[in-house]
């Protein structure tokens, strides 16, 4: 056997390591697929409802329960919703007063949108600390936004 076998399939592994964290955790990463869906305190529709949820809103799932999921949400509240109201579109909320979107990944690219705090956006594409940022119901993009200024990246 090759002596410097061990060290590449080692170096191989270093360097794939953060790609793997990445995509680990953005599985966890979901949203509401359904306006107006209620969270509830427990996983059963009988326990109360501890706030209502619209479409698109980003969750990040921390565990699963009889066809329920217990998740945490950008302002870290938590709560459980009936699985089948949870959608596999990638979603990001913004969670700063007033944020520009931008027309290219960078802060010298001219704004084309502004944002602001609580509005919904699906994302589209990711690039370093950037994401692009479309419309739920259109599609359309609207513009790329520094990923510290969402949850959901």
């Known amino acids: 056997m090759n002596k410097t076998a061990p060290f590449k399939i080692l170096r191989t592994c270093l360097l794939a390591t953060p790609l793997i964290f990445s995509l680990a955790g953005s599985v966890n990463a979901k949203s509401i697929?359904?306006?107006?869906?209620?969270?509830?305190e427990q996983p059963n529709t009988n326990s109360p409802v501890l706030?209502?949820?619209p479409l698109g809103y980003p969750i990040k799932i921390v565990k699963?329960?009889?066809?329920?999921?217990y998740f945490k949400d950008w302002q870290n509240n938590n709560g459980w919703v009936h699985k089948p109201l949870i959608s596999n579109i990638d979603t990001a909320v913004i969670i700063v007063e007033k944020a520009n979107i931008r027309s290219t990944s960078n802060t010298s690219g001219s704004v084309v949108a502004n944002a602001e705090f609580g509005e919904i956006y699906t994302i589209?594409?990711?690039?370093k600390n950037w994401v692009k940022l479309g419309y739920y119901e259109s599609g359309a993009t609207v513009g790329w936004i520094r990923t510290d200024l969402i949850f959901g990246h």
């Open 33 to 40: 697929g359904k306006d107006q869906v209620n969270i509830r």
């Open 51 to 53: 706030f209502i949820a």
């Open 64 to 69: 699963e329960s009889n066809g329920w999921v």
């Open 124 to 127: 589209q594409a990711r690039a």
